[in-house]
């Protein structure tokens, strides 16, 4: 489909009726959707803000803020990132959005950043609780290991052990941070044995 000519002639248009308003801002987030894959974010993200301003279709604006504030993310523009996931968080149809569990994973990326630690704990959790076999594998378990670092945060010491237990029995890229990261939770429970023990098995393997 050739978004961008669909769009160059619904924008010709003096007058747009209401249905078509809403396959207007459909085909803008479309043609946004395309330039971000590009990896153009910034161009991305005038798309989806540009959607969002046209507000024809409430799960349509919902999407529009998701997008928006990916991109911004990816740009490291966090601020904007942050005020526009907020925005979808608060839609009423947030989370029937295809976007939804993408969202939840971002902005406890967000949360962290902003040392929310403990909202960060729970979008990771209820992330974690929607993942199924279309979520990417790594992404599942960075979140475990992302849950883990807000639980040790917070001193809820088991909890990441248990969580850090997750990412190193997966083997994935963060299988030498986990295991540290557990040391350091056994010996905050004042478990010295535990830790010198895990600690020495890490040098032992790395």
């Known amino acids: 489909r050739n978004y961008k000519d669909a769009l160059s002639l619904i924008e010709k248009m003096p007058e747009r009726s209401a249905a078509l308003n809403q396959a207007y801002q459909r085909i803008v987030i479309n043609r946004g959707i395309e330039v971000f894959n590009t990896g153009n974010m910034k161009s991305a993200a005038t798309y989806f803000q540009k959607a969002a301003q ?11 803020y998701y997008l928006y504030a990916e991109s911004r993310y990816r740009m490291g523009d966090y601020d904007a990132a942050g005020k526009s996931l907020d925005r979808f968080m608060l839609a009423s149809n947030s989370t029937t959005s295809p976007y939804y569990r993408q969202a939840l994973y971002t902005h406890g990326y967000l949360c962290m950043k902003r040392e929310k630690i403990d909202d960060a704990a729970d979008d990771f959790k209820m992330f974690i609780r929607l993942a199924d076999n279309k979520i990417d594998e790594h992404q599942v378990n960075d979140a475990y290991c992302r849950l883990a670092d807000c639980q040790y945060l917070s001193r809820y010491y088991q909890d990441a052990i248990s969580n850090y237990n997750h990412v190193i029995d997966a083997n994935d890229i963060d299988a030498d941070y986990a295991p540290y990261q557990k040391a350091l939770s056994y010996g905050a429970l004042g478990k010295y044995a535990e830790k010198m023990t895990f600690l020495n098995q890490i040098f032992e393997k790395y």
């Open 54 to 64: 046209i507000n024809a279709l409430p799960k349509y604006t919902a999407d529009a």
